[in-house]
């Protein structure tokens, strides 16, 4: 599918170079702070372990990004390396001009830099990517730069990241400078299905795209994240294959693609022996539409909003003379279900009491004059505020300019105003 016909101006799944957009989420901010921590502490010196595509360089640019220009750093790959190639790559990196030298004049040149900087400035800082694959001449001058110190204190602050685990390297007895040294030992997880699809939603809208629920609806955004197993390398590709292969909006679900996935690079048995986070999503709400004890419709809330009222034009249409045109409307927000009142005459109820606005729980009861509308789902058993960070007035303030938007494109009626009064009978 063409990027225009899906109402974006640039690619939002960029898989070289800079992203588009830095999407955070929980591991990335804890891995961050394990960077911050590492640069932050004179002997630091940490691991940052994680799968293929699981957004390792990503973070490391984001970080490298925040440190003052001052700072002398080199980012290396390591692959490959043997100790000649390993001191030329960094000594590049902190400037230097190099002609052919013996390892030992590199390495000398190497620690003279190093401790200097240390004793007039601040330590640099190293970070070497694919760690594992080093070759052991290299890990050994490794070694002798991570037992360099000035006045007691380390000249060369270390980021070790890697693929694959590094436990058994580090632990290794040739290792023993690097391993007493060790500060953080991170692995990155997965993101969940919430922070997928806040993912997913984000890097569209970075893109040009007013309503990303209709590129990909939630029930595709929840296929990505199977998919991907939650690493978010994996869903950009995911994404943009499922994207370019689509012929109409929304996407289907059916062209999202599942590849093997890799394992996490951490021992733990409550994610599984694959090493992977469960990826089975709780299952979408159901909703009892009744009258008169009556069960008139039964549907599953698998969409991020549905708009109830007597208009033909709602999701969930009702006509009766004591519901408005646009009566009331339901925002899915990750494992949340928020309920607004558009300001109606006869007024939305839960549990038999007004609401404006309202986070909805399993068995909740919704009343619009005559009909009720049950709520079924059973992991929804916080009432939350609304104050805090599932609902905040911008987002539920973009799903309402974002529903204006997509009713206007098909050409059906604009989803009133909240302050409008609405009419309780009349066309």
């Known amino acids: 599918m063409d990027l225009g016909a899906a109402g974006l101006t640039e690619q939002p799944f960029r898989t070289h170079g800079r992203p588009l957009s830095t999407v955070p989420y929980a591991s990335h901010e804890e891995a961050l702070k394990v960077l911050e921590d590492t640069y932050a502490t004179h002997n630091g010196l940490s691991l940052l372990q994680g799968p293929t595509l699981s957004g390792k360089s990503t973070l490391i640019r984001r970080f490298v990004d925040t440190l003052p220009e001052e700072c002398s ?12 190639s390993l001191l030329e790559a ?67 602050k270390i980021v070790l990241v890697s693929d694959r685990p590094l436990s058994s390297l580090i632990e290794a007895p040739a290792m023993e400078r690097i391993s007493r040294r060790l500060k953080h030992d991170f692995h990155l997880r997965p993101m969940t299905n919430e922070e997928a699809m806040h993912y997913v939603y984000t890097k569209l809208r970075a893109a040009g795209s007013d309503v990303p629920e209709f590129v990909f609806p939630i029930a595709v955004c929840t296929e990505l994240w199977r998919a991907s197993g939650g690493w978010p390398g994996i869903l950009d590709r995911i ?18 693609e599942r590849p093997v996935l890799p394992q996490g690079t951490w021992d733990d048995p409550e994610i599984g022996e694959a090493g992977q986070q469960s990826t089975e999503a709780p299952a979408a709400p159901s909703l009892y539409v009744s009258h008169d004890g009556e069960t008139l419709r039964e549907l599953t809330f698998d969409k991020s909003r549905l708009l ?19 009566h009331a ?15 109606s005459t006869n007024g939305t109820f839960v549990n038999s009491k ?29 009432r939350g505020s609304l104050e805090g960070l599932e609902f905040t007035d911008t987002a539920i303030m973009k799903t309402l300019e974002d529903m204006r938007k997509l009713l206007a494109q098909e050409n059906t009626e604009i989803l009133p105003a909240p302050t409008e009064n609405l009419p309780t009978s009349g066309v």
């Open 308 to 326: 109830i009222g007597r208009s033909e034009h709602n999701d969930i249409a009702i006509t009766s003379k004591f519901i408005s045109r646009h």
């Open 329 to 343: 409307l339901l925002v899915r927000h990750g494992s949340a279900t928020f309920l607004m009142d558009l300001n």
């Open 239 to 256: 994404a943009l294959l499922s994207l370019a292969r689509a012929e109409t909006l929304p996407v289907p679900q059916e062209q999202v």
């Open 354 to 382: 007004r609401v404006s606005n309202h986070v909805l729980i399993h068995d909740d009861v919704i009343t619009l004059g005559n009909h009720r509308i049950k709520f079924n789902d059973p992991h929804a058993t916080k």
């Open 90 to 156: 960094v000594l590049r990196q902190f400037g230097y001009v190099l002609d052919h030298s013996s390892p030992n004049e590199l390495l000398g040149l190497l620690k003279v830099f190093t401790m200097q900087q240390a004793a007039s400035h601040e330590p640099p800082l190293l970070i070497i990517e694919n760690t594992d694959a080093l070759k052991a001449s290299a890990l050994r001058a490794l070694c002798e730069l991570a037992d360099l110190e000035v006045r007691g204190t380390s000249a060369l």
């Open 73 to 84: 750093i080199a980012v290396i790959d390591g692959k490959g390396l043997n100790t000649t």
